[in-house]
């Protein structure tokens, strides 16, 4: 037979009642004040973005011989992919469905939590005993995921930056956090677990259910492989990525050394807060590893050679030699390995593709991109 819980007063919840909702409103109060405010100013910022790229691809086109209707029909087609980018990321309708969905896991969670200690509805008796039965790792998983959510919508919101894919993100860590917790060992692994990147956390689920059902051989065999694809590395190697940049990165699809070295410096200037100049330095640098090996690419670097901007300008000091001893000797004072194979590719792929927009602020875009070699 089940008991039936004491009766607590009204005024006496009031309080369990009060926490409850600061608890389970916290985050998405963030949010909301986030739109209030700061999205306004990031929705301004790419406005003025993408007409200042208008106006400089206008001037462009206005000192070329093109022909107008061509470039007025090109302008039209870059408006409209300004005009969805901007209703896809920034309006504030686009929020209401990733941010019902976190409020929907906060408000279960904490009520959960909540009626472990204290019934906030005492008239249903069954629940609130089922409830108390709910393993404690799960919970504390729950907690742990819930305070980094917190953290990186507190985060973001310094930064300008809280897309509505990282809010549907932030929700699915809590619960797979939650998840973790209940299979863990103890309360206080379970809680960590919540703070574990979301990025890290569902590659770790992937190998753990690939470890159970024996698919990680031939995975680690093809890990080992001395003759891995350059451009299949992750974007660690690269400097000046830290795992926070990663993450964001991730968020845009960008997981590889390939991915970031083709994308649109100024579709990601436009999406994240990173500056342009920052964005071109890993575009730089991942445009290079496209071509050159690890080791190859520690020895350039010690050169002062960090990506295929620099690789450009020893072309530049090439042409102007005159004798072929000395091009090689620049050459082997740089990398051997550029040398037999990386340099030529790139230094064709940077002549046939190299083509760059002013922004009109000092900043330049590439409007080309590399190819795998």
């Known amino acids: ?10 005024p006496d919840m009031c309080p369990w009642w009060l926490a409850f909702m600061v608890a389970a409103w916290l ?31 206008k001037q462009r086109v206005d000192a070329s011989n ?14 409209q992919r300004m005009e969805a980018l901007i209703e896809e990321r920034f309006l504030a309708k686009t929020y209401i469905l990733p941010l019902g969905f976190l409020v929907l896991v906060l408000n279960v969670g904490f009520f959960v939590a909540f009626s472990r200690i204290q019934p906030l509805v005492p008239g249903l008796p069954t629940s609130n005993i089922l409830i108390t039965r709910i ?23 310094r930064s300008q930056d809280i897309p509505p894919p990282l809010i549907f993100q932030l929700a699915y860590q809590i619960i797979l ?9 103890t309360p ?23 470890t159970g059902f024996g698919a990680t051989a031939g995975l680690e065999r093809g890990t080992a492989e001395k003759g891995k694809p ?70 350039l670097t010690a050169r002062g050679v960090c990506g295929a901007i620099e690789v450009a300008e020893v072309a530049e000091q090439l042409e102007k030699m005159t004798s072929e001893e000395d091009r090689r000797a620049l050459l082997d004072s740089l990398s051997g390995e550029v040398v037999r194979v990386a340099y030529p590719l790139l230094l064709e792929a940077i002549h046939d593709q190299l083509d760059v927009v002013d922004l009109g602020d000092g900043h330049w875009v590439s409007s ?5 070699p």
């Open 1 to 10: 037979m089940l008991e039936t819980p004491t009766m607590v007063s009204v």
């Open 27 to 57: 985050i998405p109060f963030v949010v909301v004040a986030y739109l209030c405010y700061p999205a306004k100013m990031r929705l301004k910022r790419v406005r003025d973005a993408a007409c200042r790229t208008e106006k400089a691809l």
């Open 66 to 79: 093109r022909d107008r209707g061509e470039v007025l029909k090109a302008l039209e087609q870059y408006r």
């Open 135 to 157: 393993e404690p790792g799960l919970l504390s998983g729950f907690f742990g995921g819930t305070l980094y959510a917190l953290y990186s919508v507190v985060t973001r919101y």
């Open 177 to 185: 956090a939650s998840a973790i917790g209940y299979f863990a060992p």
């Open 188 to 210: 206080w692994l379970a809680f960590a677990a919540g703070f574990v990147p979301y990025s890290e956390l569902t590659s770790w689920l992937r190998h753990t259910a690939q």
């Open 230 to 299: 350059l451009w299949s590395q992750s974007l660690a190697s690269l400097q000046g990525i830290a795992p926070l940049h990663r993450e964001r990165l991730g968020e845009e699809g960008i997981v590889t050394i390939e991915n970031l070295a083709l994308a649109n410096p100024l579709s990601l200037y436009l999406v994240t807060s990173y500056s342009m100049s920052q964005i071109i330095d890993w575009i730089d640098q991942a445009y290079l590893r496209l071509y050159v090996s690890g080791e190859a690419a520690v020895r």
């Open 368 to 372: 080309g991109a590399p190819t795998k």
